[in-house]
């Protein structure tokens, strides 16, 4: 079994700046490879985006680091064969 890699982004900033970073977000989901982890960086805990990922195939675990820091962990659900 190989070790899944993890793509990190860092979106606290941005939104610091007032730049909306979803395209950002999605950008990398788009590139993200089957084995791969998204793990997000954010403000708050981004509710609505783990909908939209969840459409997508994408469970999350989140854990908050600080007031200000939210971990986002998104994986690809495992499909179960019958």
């Known amino acids: 079994m ?9 979106v606290r900033e ?5 730049k909306e970073p979803f395209d950002k977000i999605m950008g990398v989901v788009k ?3 089957k084995d791969q982890v998204f793990v997000l960086h954010a ?4 509710t609505p985006l783990h909908k939209v990922l969840g459409r997508k195939g ?3 675990e989140t ?3 600080e007031k200000k820091h939210w971990k986002v962990t998104y994986s690809k659900k495992r499909d179960v064969e019958a």
């Open 31 to 33: 590139t993200l490879e």
């Open 14 to 18: 941005d939104l610091l700046l007032k």
């Open 2 to 10: 190989q070790k899944q890699a993890i793509i990190e982004l860092d």
């Open 43 to 46: 403000p708050f805990n981004p």
């Open 58 to 60: 994408f469970q999350y």
């Open 63 to 65: 854990e908050k680091i």
